[in-house]
């Protein structure tokens, strides 16, 4: 089914607000709705912007009276004609959860999300051989049914996903904690007001994590990616948590990792390098940095035992005062499999050589 395109999957009734509209009001309609993204459009339906809770989970509290206007982000726009692939690559470049599909240029039509591409994939010619250890990350961090709510909302927000797996007091999987549960945590609803609406101002209540833990999908190392996708569209679709057999966590697969297992780089040359986390002020340590992903990029092109169709690197900042603390972790793609390597230190450019060397190492050891 190559030929598929957003026409075939894409969902005309979509959930919409305002400009106008005040952050009460749109999550009372997210969670009436059950959606985590929504367009805002004006009276004549053409999209001018984009909400979700990940743009949510990065604010530092806003009023409940704010305006849509306020929040909002200006959104990639796609047509119903749109091949599946090049939308699956749009979201892997932009990280965008879903699409606004549009007709002249602005009229909203329809939506399509990462979910709608999951549930295609058992459909799709070229990837059923990948498996669930290809595709997970390993070594996932993991939160407690005992942590604070603010715990999970933190991991989430670092890791910029959606939905963090939880262990119990031995370690075995709960489930999965999402995060428009942790935020009707943080953003209290209050009884005895209008339908759809959300009153009060921000707030911390101290739940533990336990207290919204759902089903998660979970799989084995060896099964299929059209099991893991199957799996996910049957229980929670933004994880699939790789187990073993006492059910302890040894991996996890997100849906921007199987999206970017179907954006392999067809004819054009060059390793595509997704950075997700930098937030450096230094202009000095972000350069050279960059400097350091681009030359790692270009000397495993020259590779020629081994196609990379990826390298992604998550950088995450620890705020320890006088001096941030660092973790790096990278993930590579490859037609022989998946590789990854981490390090962690008070300085990011050391983190970065000791990642690559160990991603460097273990590829030449894949040639010898």
Same mark, same amino acid.
């Given at each position: 089914?190559?030929?598929?395109?957003?026409?075939?999957?894409?969902?005309?009734d979509v959930t919409t607000a305002g400009p106008e509209e005040a952050l009460s009001k749109v #999550?009372?309609? &997210?969670?009436?709705?059950?959606?985590?993204?929504? +367009?805002?459009? *004006?009276? /004549?339906? !053409? $999209?001018? %912007?984009?909400?979700?809770?990940?743009?949510?989970?990065?604010?530092?509290?806003?009023?409940?009276?704010?305006?849509?206007?306020?929040?909002?982000?200006?959104?990639?726009?796609?047509?119903?004609?749109?091949?599946?692939?090049?939308?699956?690559?749009?979201?892997?470049?932009?990280?965008?959860?879903?699409?606004?599909?549009?007709?002249?240029?602005?009229?909203?039509?329809?939506?399509?999300?990462?979910?709608?591409?999951?549930?295609?994939?058992?459909?799709?010619?070229?990837?059923?051989?990948?498996?669930?250890g290809e595709l997970m990350t390993e070594n996932p961090r993991l939160l407690t049914n005992s942590?604070?709510?603010?715990?999970? #909302?933190?991991? &989430?927000?670092?890791?910029?996903?959606?939905?963090? +797996?939880?262990? *119990?007091? /031995?370690? !075995? $999987?709960? %489930?999965?904690?999402?995060?428009?549960?942790?935020?009707?945590?943080?953003?209290?609803?209050?009884?005895?007001?209008?339908?759809?609406?959300?009153?009060?101002?921000?707030?911390?209540?101290?739940?533990?994590?336990?207290?919204?833990?759902?089903?998660?999908?979970?799989?084995?190392?060896?099964?299929?990616?059209?099991?893991?996708?199957?799996?996910?569209?049957?229980?929670?679709?933004?994880?699939?948590?790789?187990?073993?057999?006492?059910?302890?966590?040894?991996?996890?697969?997100?849906?921007?990792?199987?999206?970017?297992?179907?954006?392999?780089?067809?004819?054009?040359?060059?390793?595509?390098?997704?950075?997700?986390?930098?937030?450096?002020?230094?202009?000095?340590?972000?350069?050279?940095?960059?400097?350091?992903? *681009?030359?790692?990029?270009?000397?495993?092109?020259?590779?020629?035992?081994?196609?990379?169709?990826?390298?992604?690197?998550?950088?995450?900042?620890?705020?320890?005062?006088?001096?941030?603390?660092?973790?790096?972790?990278?993930?590579?793609?490859?037609?022989?499999?998946?590789?990854?390597?981490?390090?962690?230190?008070?300085?990011?450019?050391?983190?970065?050589?000791?990642?690559?060397?160990?991603?460097?190492?273990?590829?030449?050891?894949?040639?010898?």
């Amino acid at each position: 089914m190559a030929d598929m395109t957003v026409l075939n999957l894409m969902n005309p009734d979509v959930t919409t607000a305002g400009p106008e509209e005040a952050l009460s009001k749109v #999550l009372g309609k &997210m969670k009436k709705n059950g959606v985590h993204e929504l +367009p805002i459009t *004006d009276e /004549q339906d !053409r $999209l001018v %912007g984009f909400f979700s809770f990940d743009l949510l989970s990065k604010k530092r509290h806003p009023s409940l009276s704010t305006k849509m206007e306020r929040l909002m982000v200006s959104p990639p726009k796609i047509g119903a004609d749109t091949d599946l692939f090049e939308a699956a690559a749009l979201m892997v470049e932009t990280g965008f959860r879903a699409l606004a599909v549009v007709r002249d240029g602005s009229v909203l039509e329809g939506i399509i999300s990462r979910t709608d591409i999951i549930a295609a994939v058992p459909d799709l010619k070229g990837v059923e051989n990948v498996s669930a250890g290809e595709l997970m990350t390993e070594n996932p961090r993991l939160l407690t049914n005992s942590d604070p709510v603010e715990s999970a #909302l933190t991991l &989430m927000t670092e890791l910029e996903e959606i939905c963090a +797996p939880v262990v *119990d007091g /031995q370690g !075995r $999987l709960a %489930g999965g904690v999402l995060i428009d549960e942790v935020s009707r945590a943080v953003w209290r609803e209050e009884k005895g007001t209008d339908i759809g609406d959300v009153t009060g101002e921000s707030s911390k209540p101290e739940i533990e994590v336990g207290s919204f833990v759902t089903n998660v999908a979970t799989v084995k190392k060896d099964q299929s990616i059209n099991e893991v996708c199957q799996q996910m569209s049957a229980a929670c679709p933004y994880l699939c948590v790789v187990v073993d057999d006492s059910m302890r966590p040894i991996g996890v697969i997100t849906q921007q990792d199987i999206l970017k297992i179907l954006v392999k780089p067809g004819g054009e040359k060059g390793v595509r390098v997704d950075v997700t986390g930098l937030r450096i002020d230094d202009p000095i340590t972000r350069l050279s940095l960059t400097s350091k992903i *681009d030359r790692f990029a270009k000397k495993i092109e020259g590779f020629n035992w081994i196609s990379v169709y990826g390298l992604n690197l998550h950088i995450i900042t620890y705020d320890r005062g006088a001096q941030d603390k660092w973790s790096l972790r990278a993930r590579l793609a490859s037609d022989k499999g998946v590789f990854t390597a981490s390090s962690s230190g008070w300085d990011i450019l050391r983190c970065a050589d000791e990642t690559f060397e160990e991603l460097g190492r273990r590829i030449i050891a894949l040639k010898k």
